[in-house]
């Protein structure tokens, strides 16, 4: 009986399963890390993938994507092996322009262009598009201003940041409101966990998840992020969560 008992736990422990629940005014929000910079996002029947990556497999037990938003061209974010793998026949994708243009071959007719701080909604969700770049801006940069997108949903009563590839930019630093948020640390594409923390600390969301953090030197110290995070402001929520889970 133990055994089996330990074989369930496991089970629903797995990365297919996992969810943390955000609750509002109406339904609850169920958030699904998934791999890197990968989630899902269900609330009531709506299912929300955001840079599907890393096969389909992590996306069992989860329903087909209703909306699939795309952040920027690399490869782990638009991730053709994967977007083929996963039914996206029924799926709207929300996507900034140099997105679309390497889209061929995706199974789907509605595809969205985006463009930074341009606005759109889907059943009742509203969607916008925020800036994602590095600094300083030049032409040198892996993640260059407006190429790219975050993004900001606004779901009943919430709204929830997804940083896409991004340093600490303005855009971020002056943000409002932000009930959860998702930002990127993994030196030397997007930023270090210090400065990570301190945009954090400057737009104060209620609940933060570091993720997109495994660099050319690893993973990124996620506990100390925390820790920079908490140290001088308890109120805001971290939430540590296994992105990783063949680490």
Partial sequence: MKKILVFIFALFSSSAFAQDIIKTKSAEIKIHPILHGTLA??????????????????????????????TDIHGDHLNTETLKALNT???????????????????NDEIEVLDNDKSTSLNGIDIKAIPMYNLPVDAETRHPKGRGNGYLLSIADKTIYISGDTEDIPEMRALKNIDVAFVCMNLPYTMSVDKAADAVLDFKPAII?????????????????????NDKNDNIEVRLRNWYPEN
């Fill in 41 to 70: 996002i269900e609330y009531n029947d709506i299912t929300i993938y955001v840079d599907p990556y890393g096969g389909a497999e992590g996306f069992k037990g989860l329903n087909d994507a209703d909306l699939i938003l795309i």
């Fill in 89 to 107: 026949t029924n799926s709207h994708f929300i996507v900034p322009e140099a997105v679309a243009k390497q889209m061929e071959g995706i199974n």
């Fill in 209 to 229: 998840y570091p993720f997109h953090f495994r660099g050319q030197g690893g993973l990124a110290d996620v506990e100390k992020f925390k820790s920079l995070v």
